[in-house]
Nanobody
Framework: VPLQAYGGGFVQPRRFLRLSCAASGSIFSIYVMSWYRQAPGNERELVAAITSDGSINYVDSVKGRFTISRDNAKNTVYLQMDSLKPEDTAVYYC????????????????WGQGTQVTVSS
């Protein structure tokens, strides 16, 4: 099940970007879809997560600026990033916990390939 992430780029501070990540393949269900990020020299951190029933959580540093959402029909998760700061610069990865049609009783973890977000003046 490939996860394909889109939307990274280079922006000035206080501007915005929108990331998207779509899962494809023989999918039975997706419980949680998340965005992580990793800056140089730092560990990968959870930025935001959304479950299939709509429960959401954010890391404190992005609360009020980032919004996660998902389209269950399209198996897609979005991350709207407003008021970007230089400290948001990182590679952003999408993650999904997926049950496959051929094996619905087991959940697998999938990661996208990462997309670079650079915030700088």
């Amino acid at each position: 099940v490939p996860l394909q992430a889109y939307g990274g780029g280079f922006v000035q501070p206080r501007r915005f970007l929108r990331l998207s990540c779509a899962a494809s393949g023989s999918i039975f269900s997706i419980y949680v879809m998340s965005w992580y990020r990793q800056a140089p020299g730092n560990e990968r951190e959870l930025v935001a997560a959304i479950t299939s029933d709509g429960s959401i959580n954010y890391v404190d540093s992005v609360k009020g600026r980032f919004t996660i959402s998902r389209d269950n029909a399209k198996n897609t998760v979005y991350l709207q990033m407003d008021s970007l700061k230089p400290e948001d610069t990182a590679v952003y990865y999408c993650y999904a916990a997926i049950r496959l049609r051929l094996e619905p009783g087991r959940q697998y973890a999938y990661w996208g390939q990462g997309t670079q977000v650079t915030v700088s003046s």
